[in-house]
């Protein structure tokens, strides 16, 4: 895939447009497309403000709902986004290892809770575990 059809199919082809209308730099922190291809060995990164890009169903390719951002505002601003993005009802404590952890709404009548770190624990020991019954002595 050449830039040019990156370009088409991940911003309607208003890359360049939104680029020059940002005078090459972070909308957040300021940092210029110089010292972005300087500090990460990268093209400075242009976004869908609202999220809704080349991977959503319906596409936002709109001057206004694109904006320019360096890879370090880039990542804060989508970390944030799935942090809300999660509807927090209520507390749990990890029936593991102790943390407190916040719950969905569908799985607050579950009597227990695992945090994800204890449950990705517990999967790879669970398979451990199934692999060495199945290997012959």
């Not at 990268?42 to 959503?56: E, N, P, T, Y």
């Amino acid at each position: 895939m050449t830039r040019q059809d990156r370009d088409k199919y991940m911003y309607g082809g208003n890359r360049e447009i939104v680029l020059r209308r940002d005078n090459y730099s972070c909308c957040l922190c300021g940092m210029t497309r110089a010292k972005h291809q300087e500090t990460f060995g990268k093209d400075i990164s242009v976004d869908h403000k609202d999220g809704l890009g080349s991977r959503s169903k319906i596409k936002n390719n709109s001057l206004d709902n694109l904006w320019t951002l360096c890879l370090s505002c880039h990542g804060k601003k989508d970390i944030n986004r799935r942090i809300w993005r999660k509807v927090r009802i209520g507390e749990k404590t990890c029936y593991v290892c102790g943390k407190i952890g916040f719950i969905s709404e569908k799985n607050l009548e579950k009597s227990r809770y695992i945090c994800r770190p204890c449950d990705l624990a517990r999967k790879i020991e669970y398979r451990r575990s199934r692999a060495s019954r199945r290997r012959p002595a």
